[in-house]
C-alpha cells in the first residue's frame, strides 16, 4: 500500500511540475496543419509530429496560432519556445535560429485553379503569383525566374486562395504537400514539378534553447527508429512520395 502511495504522489508531482512549451503553428495549412475549433485544439502532419515529441520530453505543448511571418518574429525574440509549420531549414536562417533535424524533405510547388490556361512553368512569365509572407518563396520564384514574375504576398493561405478566386493573381506557391492536398481535394492542379529547396523542414527554435533542441532531436530519432514516424506519415502522405 505504502508503494502504492508513493507511486500515486510521485506520478501528481511529475504532471504538477511538467514543462510547458508555447508551440507557435499555423492556423490552417493542411495536410499540415488544421484547427479543429476555436480552442484551438489541432491536428495535421506537423502537429501530431509535435505532439509526439512532447510526450517524450515530458512537456506541456500549447500550440498557438499565428501567421508564419509572426512565427519568425516571435521565435526570434523568445515569446514563444517553439515554431513548427513545415518550415524551411536555411543556412541564413540557421544564422538567427537554431533547428531540429529535418523531419521531412522540404520542396515547393505551383498550383492553380483547373480553369486555368497556365499547364507549365514556362506559363508564368510576366504573371501573378502569391506566396505566404515570411516564407522563402518569394526569393526562389524571383531567383528562378530572374524577376520576370510578380510576387504577391498574403499573411495566410486562405488569402492566397482567395486571392486565385478573385482573379488576383494567376497561380500560388505552397510547400509541396499542401499542394499536392489541394489537387487532390479540390479544383486545383499542380504546375511542373516540385522545387527542392533547404534542408528540410524543422521544429525552429530560438538561439538560446540548445538544451531543448537536444532532446527534441532525441526524441526524433527514437520516433524513426521505434516506427512511429512513418505510422503518422502514412496518415497524411501517400508513402511514395
Known amino acids: 500500500m ?59 505543448c500549447q500550440f498557438i496560432p499565428m501567421t508564419f511571418e509572426q512565427l519568425m518574429v516571435k521565435t526570434y525574440s523568445g515569446e514563444i ?39 507549365a512553368i514556362n506559363d508564368l512569365a510576366g504573371k501573378k503569383v502569391g506566396s505566404e509572407k515570411g516564407t522563402i518563396f518569394k526569393e526562389m520564384l524571383l531567383e528562378k525566374f530572374n524577376s520576370n514574375i510578380q510576387i504577391i504576398e498574403y499573411s495566410t493561405q486562405p488569402e492566397i486562395f482567395q486571392a486565385l478566386s478573385n482573379n488576383e493573381i494567376d497561380a500560388l506557391i505552397l510547400d509541396e504537400g499542401s499542394s499536392k492536398y489541394w489537387s487532390a481535394n479540390g479544383d486545383f492542379k499542380l504546375i511542373g514539378p516540385e522545387m527542392k529547396i533547404g534542408i528540410g523542414y524543422g521544429i525552429m527554435a530560438n538561439k538560446s534553447e540548445q538544451a531543448l533542441v537536444d532532446r527534441i532531436n532525441k526524441a526524433l530519432l527514437s520516433m524513426e527508429n521505434d516506427g512511429t514516424y512513418v505510422k503518422i506519415y502514412s496518415q497524411y502522405f501517400d508513402q511514395t512520395q
Open 2 to 60: 505504502k508503494k502504492l502511495a508513493l507511486g500515486v504522489l510521485l506520478l501528481f508531482s511529475s504532471v504538477l511540475h511538467a514543462e510547458t512549451l508555447t508551440v507557435g503553428t499555423l492556423p490552417y495549412a493542411p495536410p499540415f496543419e488544421m484547427a479543429a475549433d476555436k480552442s484551438n485544439h489541432f491536428f495535421g502532419f506537423d502537429i501530431d509530429i509535435m505532439e509526439e515529441v512532447c510526450r517524450r520530453i515530458q512537456a506541456d
Open 81 to 119: 519556445s517553439l515554431s513548427i509549420a513545415a518550415i524551411t531549414i536555411t543556412d541564413d536562417r540557421k544564422e538567427s535560429y537554431l533547428f531540429s533535424l529535418p523531419y521531412l524533405p522540404s520542396s515547393g510547388q505551383l498550383l492553380t485553379s483547373t480553369k486555368s490556361p497556365i499547364n
